[in-house]
């Protein structure tokens, strides 16, 4: 379970930072995230909406330890993710799109490394290995050099340094980003699989027909600020619009008027 309350994460911007806000801005700190507060429970899926600068991708670091909250508090399975961080980092996958990896290694180096890292028997990683690399066709790239493949390799590789270690917990940020349809398709079904292992799952996504197959929790931010969480069918039968594009859209116009 993953439970934010109260959460805000502010900036202090530098001096060029603040220039470049432009000449209405004249404080020192900006707030990425602002008061939000929202529960992912177990075996569900937890989809996180916004436009880009929002504040999904800032909350979900905060959930994942990357960074600290300047108020409120994030606890995952029970455990606060600053006073244990160690123990939130164990029990959950965190996928980004800007989480770096180790370009001279090849993939399977990688993945062992973290496997070590978990403390993964080395034949239940090969079992696990060969799962994931039959799931996203991974076996032709599985020795060259990170450094050498494309964004979509890349990114499988990532996704499955994700699920290695079997987490309670998994957080994709744009997960199907730069994948073909077929490997997008597969992610989709792996994060179903995790819901009906029961386990926790939150994702962001800019692809409305992914929060129609997969959602079960829906949260909408918008520069910062919640303006809707609940069940997706609550949200499904309150739209005021003929589909959720639109709807997202009203919604975060709506915001800007308050």
């Known amino acids: 379970m993953i439970e934010i309350e109260q959460l805000s994460k502010s ?98 180096e990688l993945l062992r490394y973290f496997a070590d890292l978990h403390g993964m028997p080395r034949d239940l990683f090969e079992q696990r290995k060969k799962h994931y690399f039959d799931l996203f066709d991974m076996h032709p790239f599985a020795d060259r050099q990170i450094g050498k493949l494309s964004t979509g390799m890349k990114q499988k590789v990532s996704i499955v340094r994700t699920v290695l270690h079997d987490p309670e917990v998994l ?25 009906a292992q029961g386990k926790t799952v939150i994702f962001s996504t800019h692809i409305m027909s992914e929060v129609e197959m997969l959602s079960d929790d829906l949260a909408i931010i918008h520069r910062g600020s919640l303006v809707f969480s609940g069940t997706y069918e609550h949200f499904k039968s309150n739209m005021q619009t003929s589909n959720l594009s639109d709807e997202f859209v009203r919604l975060a116009t709506s915001a800007e008027k308050v």
């Open 171 to 195: 957080v994709f940020d744009e997960p199907t980003s730069g994948l073909d349809v077929i490997t997008a398709r597969n992610i989709i079904e792996l994060i179903r699989d995790c819901r």
């Open 11 to 108: 900036f202090e911007l530098s001096r060029r930072q603040r220039k470049e806000m432009g000449s209405d801005f004249s404080g020192k700190i900006v707030y990425a995230v602002r008061d939000v507060s929202l529960t992912a429970k177990p075996g569900r899926i937890f989809s996180l909406l916004g436009a880009n600068g929002a504040g999904k991708t800032t909350t979900l670091r905060v959930v994942a330890t990357m960074l600290r909250p300047s108020a409120g508090s994030v606890r995952v399975c029970g455990f606060d993710t600053v006073r244990d961080a160690a123990i939130v980092r164990r029990k959950l996958g965190f996928l980004t799109g800007s989480t770096g990896l180790y370009t001279r290694l090849t993939p399977v």
